[in-house]
């Protein structure tokens, strides 16, 4: 992502553009492995030497509460930034410790209907389904 599109996604939320924001969501967009924190403030330090680990965080943080970026947990208590906020799924390969992206629009739609239609849901007005799924890669087999 340009950084003109950085800083528009910054000004559409309602954020003060500084440099380093911009930096951090940056760095976000332009590595898609979905990177902990600590991996972004590497990253960052390389053009921002000074950032403190603090100041990362709360722009994080800020993000996620913005819904600029997402948050995801994984099962072994890491937490990852996604830049991707449409609406997706998260395939956790836990034998490569790997995050990856899954589109599927018939899956959001069979959950949504299941849930709207469970009676023991009916006084909760549904917004959002979040579903990771973990598993391991499968070995290439010979034929």
Do not use: C, W
Request: aromatic letters at 4%; a positive charge.
């Amino acid at each position: 992502m340009k950084p003109a599109a950085v800083k528009e996604k910054l000004k559409e939320a309602g954020m003060k553009i500084t440099p380093q924001r911009i930096a951090v969501l940056q760095a976000l967009v332009d590595n898609h492995h979905h990177p902990s924190a600590e991996e972004l403030i590497k990253i960052i330090r390389q053009i921002h030497p000074n950032i403190s680990v603090g100041t990362v965080y709360q722009i994080l943080n800020t993000l996620v509460s913005k819904k600029v970026i997402g948050k995801i947990e994984t099962d072994d208590n890491v937490v990852r930034y996604d830049a991707i906020i449409e609406k997706h799924y998260h395939l956790y390969l836990d034998n490569k410790q790997k995050i990856l992206d899954y589109f599927d629009d018939g899956l959001t739609e069979i959950i949504m209907n299941y849930l709207n239609r469970n009676d023991k849901l009916k006084n909760m007005n549904i917004e959002d389904v979040n579903i990771q799924i973990i598993g391991r890669s499968k070995k290439h087999q010979g034929n």
